[in-house]
């Protein structure tokens, strides 16, 4: 499955994005889809996960109660969206997807830079 992630861009602190992530050559019914981040200098870190089957999900501490991740149909994309952004939000934003059965993500979209000013 090939994925691409779009939606990042620039906005104020306190204010709100909404990612997607949209595949192609496969719909995601049979997988697990997650978004990641990484800052220069950090290693890349887990921000959200979605059993696409059962709509389970999992967050990070940090984005708790801020970032929802959604599906809708097994033609739409995988969305995040991030309300309440802060400056440390601020990254490059990558979404991965796996089999129920794998623990790592095999697959992996391009980044999309979000940018949050203070």
């Known amino acids: 499955v090939q994925l691409q992630a779009s939606g990042g861009g620039l906005v104020q602190a306190g204010g709100s994005l909404r990612l997607s992530c949209a595949a192609s050559g496969r719909t995601l019914e049979r997988y697990t889809v997650a978004w990641h981040r990484q800052t220069p200098g950090k290693e890349r870190e887990f921000v959200a996960e979605i059993r696409w089957s059962t709509g389970y999900t999992r967050y990070a501490d940090s984005v708790k109660e801020r970032f929802t991740i959604a599906r809708d149909n097994a033609k739409s994309p995988v969305y995040l969206q991030m309300d309440n952004l802060k400056p440390e939000d601020t990254a490059i934003y990558y979404c991965?997807?796996?089999?129920?059965?794998?623990?790592?993500?095999?697959?992996w979209g391009q980044g999309t830079q979000v940018t949050v000013s203070s």
């Open positions: 991965a997807a796996r089999m129920a059965y794998q623990s790592t993500y095999p697959y």
